[in-house]
């Protein structure tokens, strides 16, 4: 192991002196740069939602770590009222709720593949979160099926 990364090492450093660092001005390199988190941008984390507790904290984090595991590309981010899962864009938003998990799916509900009927069709109803599909998610069993129905919704990204 001591030899890999002393190898490791030196194969980087070797790298930096081929490929410099590009000189960019500054208001170029902000184009490519995530914004700082100002004092008007509050930073939202899982203690912030109220009834993510016990066992409806564990059945998120379950979820989380499978939704996570779709695609390199898939980052969660914690609003004020939900947590978005994006890749491209938002292809499920999490509201938790104290009996369950609030799914919406940022997809049309015409094209969700739903054999068990438990899907609604929320389209033009003003709720917390993005898309036209809502499923409540309420015990690990149900898990299985409620991952077929997130990643159809991450599949029809645009």
Same mark, same amino acid.
């Given at each position: 192991e001591e +030899?890999?990364? /002393?190898?490791?090492?030196?194969? +980087? ?11 960019? +001005? ?38 989380? /770590? ?12 914690? /609003?004020?009222?939900?947590i +978005? ?13 104290? /009996? ?23 389209? $033009? ?5 993005? $898309?036209?599909? *809502?499923? $409540?998610? *309420?015990n690990?069993? *149900?898990?299985?099926y409620?991952? *077929?129905?997130?990643? !159809?919704a991450?599949?029809? !990204?645009?």
């Amino acid at each position: 192991e001591e +030899a890999i990364l /002393k190898r490791a090492s030196l194969l +980087a450093e070797r790298a930096c002196t081929v490929w410099k660092r590009p000189a960019l +001005a500054s208001d170029r390199l902000g184009l490519y740069q995530e914004p700082e988190e100002t004092k008007d941008q509050p930073v939202y984390h899982l203690e912030h939602y109220d009834h993510l507790q016990g066992d409806m904290l564990d059945l998120y984090k379950n979820l989380e /770590k499978r939704v996570l595991n779709l695609d390199a590309s898939v980052r969660v981010e914690f /609003k004020k009222l939900y947590i +978005a899962f994006k890749a491209q864009t938002n292809f499920v938003d999490i509201v938790p709720q104290k /009996k369950r998990l609030r799914l919406s799916l940022n997809t049309e509900f015409d094209r969700i593949k739903d054999p068990r009927g438990i899907c609604k069709d929320v389209s $033009g109803l003003g709720r917390w979160g993005n $898309g036209d599909v *809502e499923v $409540g998610l *309420e015990n690990p069993g *149900e898990l299985d099926y409620i991952m *077929e129905l997130i990643e !159809q919704a991450f599949e029809n !990204q645009n």
